[in-house]
């Protein structure tokens, strides 16, 4: 008879920082995606990179794209180095159309193919509606909004259109209860998450699955780190998640991995929320996040 696995036994690798995993145990076939090509944009740190670091172990390459090169030149090193697959840095700004197309032909012309886009690439902080300016606002809707629409539409005329694909947009799940102090990215994701819907019934006949993961509270990412998510660790917030823990990278990749791979082949339009049960028990603290909002610079 089986041993009982004990609480936390079964976690996945992860590292906080953005380096690749010293080690990692496979959950699917290694060769899950077999040289497909997979664009990612915000693919040089946090969640973004660890899709290309786990794509990359099941035999995918990889573009990762995003406006810091030499940043991204740095991430498609290690990860390179980490799985012995191709890693394409190239810099785009999500928001200009004619970037996203120049670096998808440049994908075209040097890995010939691109059978995943995944939309990470994404902006967020906390702040009180009143205190938000209008700049503000619209420009985590440029980046979260338009910059989704802007890469699945030159992605899905360059390639998907022809040839059949997968989209998987990253989502949140601040919009399900009216998060306090997260008007633009809630209503930013709100928005992706209805495109999702649209995007999967109008291009379904090309081929083309779409879906979203909604990540919740995720340890070593940027977004933990601005949003308060230390602080609320050590003063036990997380104690209300029924999982009771923040979640991690890898955690987020193979969710993402399920949903680009032929592991989900029937499943189009669909929200996969990855956070741990959080957003059916978390509180809604405004004084809470006021405080955390308060404790950082302005943005």
Sequence with gaps: MAEPQEKGQMLPEDVGSDDCLTSYTHIYSPDLLKDQVAFITGGGSGIGLRIAEIFMRHGCDTVIASRNL???KEAAQKLCAATGRRCLPLCIDVRQPESITAAVDETLKEL???????NNAAGNFLCPASALSFNAFKTVMEIDTMGTFNTSKVVYEKWFQSHGGNIVNISATLGYKGQALQVHA??????NDAMTKHLAVEWGPSGVRVNTMAPGPISGTEGF?????PRGEAAGAFHSIPLQRAGNKTEMAHSVL????????YVTGAILVADGGAWLTSPNDVSMLLGIASSKSKL
């Design 70 to 72: 030499d940043k991204l």
């Design 112 to 118: 010939g193919r691109i059978d995943i886009l995944v």
């Design 186 to 191: 809630g209503s930013a994701k709100a928005a």
């Design 225 to 229: 780190r601005r949003l308060g998510g």
């Design 258 to 265: 399920f949903l680009a791979s032929r592991a989900s082949s």
